[in-house]
């Protein structure tokens, strides 16, 4: 089991279920991810850490997760950021590519997609500082 314990990762997801799935898989890789419900949290959590990786629900209630992806974009570059999206929305998906999004991953996902898709985006974030 490979252990990522210098991935920091902030997962934001208004959907108790979706945070919870998401610790659940990524404590045993060794990564304690830190949580927002929303964009403004998010923006909050951002200011106050640094990360390697956010995951970022496309949709929350107020601001949305493709708001938060530009904030991401400008302030912290270096983060690579993963959308979370809905097997309806990967037109959403594909418009956050091009705003500069690491990937995408559908509800509902494997751990093992996930993880990868992690791994992948924060040694991206590590070879472009």
Do not use: W
């Not at 990762?9 to 890789?29: I, K, W």
């Not at 850490?49 to 912290?76: A, C, K, W």
């Amino acid at each position: 089991m490979n252990h990522h314990k210098d991935i920091r990762v902030l997962v934001v997801d208004d959907e108790e279920v979706y945070r919870s799935m998401l610790e659940t898989m990524l404590e045993p890789h060794g990564i304690s991810p830190a949580f927002a419900t929303d964009a403004d949290g998010a923006i909050k959590v951002l200011q106050s850490q640094t990360f390697n990786v956010v995951i970022l629900d496309v949709h929350m209630p107020g601001r949305n997760g493709v708001e938060v992806l530009s904030f991401v974009r400008q302030h912290y570059p270096a983060t690579a950021v993963i959308m979370l999206t809905g097997t309806e929305e990967v037109q959403i998906a594909r418009d956050c590519m091009k705003l500069g999004a690491f990937d995408f991953v559908t509800k509902p996902f494997a751990a093992s997609d996930l993880l990868e898709t992690i791994v992948r985006a924060s040694t991206r974030g590590e070879r472009s500082t």
